[in-house]
């Protein structure tokens, strides 16, 4: 608990004890669900880098240990589902696309193309909320905390946007 509280107060020193003594366990912890040895790493870096960001936030009542895993269990969960967005993309591209016709680099740079013009035409507060949330991993509480608005506004944010997005795209497409 005094690791927990000198972490709070800001005490790098205690962080590299506690980045020391974790960051093995962590990395083991993503290697064996992620199997690949660059993400894994990552990962336990930006496991590490969340901790120190939001070290004001740390709860008295768990241990770090604990809330290090917990912040990892959230990146993990954010990976998957960004992969598995990521899959269907390109699932879903594969069958509007003749794979002859355009060469696979093209056809995803003109997606992430359309789905970036269509972000910038959102209003600036849901601008942000949609890049914190799709591009860095936020959680929507996290968000909420760093933009200090509500949860559910932020939620509110993330659905329009999204909805908004799909509508712009199928602009361009049709």
């Not at 000198?6 to 590299?16: E, K, L, P, T, Y």
């Not at 589902?81 to 696979?104: F, I, N, Y």
């Amino acid at each position: 608990m005094e690791n927990l509280a000198a972490i709070r107060n800001g005490d790098h020193a205690v962080f590299i004890e506690v980045y020391e003594q974790l960051h093995a366990r962590l990395f083991r912890f993503f290697l064996k669900r992620v199997y690949f040895h660059d993400t894994a790493k990552d990962l336990t870096q930006q496991s590490f880098i969340r901790l120190w960001q939001y070290r004001e936030s740390l709860s008295m009542e768990h241990t770090l240990e604990k809330q290090v895993f917990i912040i990892a269990r959230g990146l993990l969960i954010n990976h998957l589902k960004k992969e598995a967005t990521q899959k269907k993309l390109k699932a879903e591209m594969g069958r509007d696309v003749p794979v002859e016709s355009v060469p696979a680099g093209d056809v995803l740079m003109e997606r992430a193309s359309e789905v970036n013009a269509a972000i910038q035409t959102l209003p600036p507060v849901r601008k942000r909320v949609i890049i914190l949330k799709t591009f860095h991993g936020f959680s929507n509480k996290e968000i909420a905390q760093q933009l200090q608005i509500s949860v559910k506004t932020v939620e509110d944010h993330v659905t329009k946007a999204f909805r908004h997005i799909r509508q712009v795209i199928a602009f361009f497409l049709f």
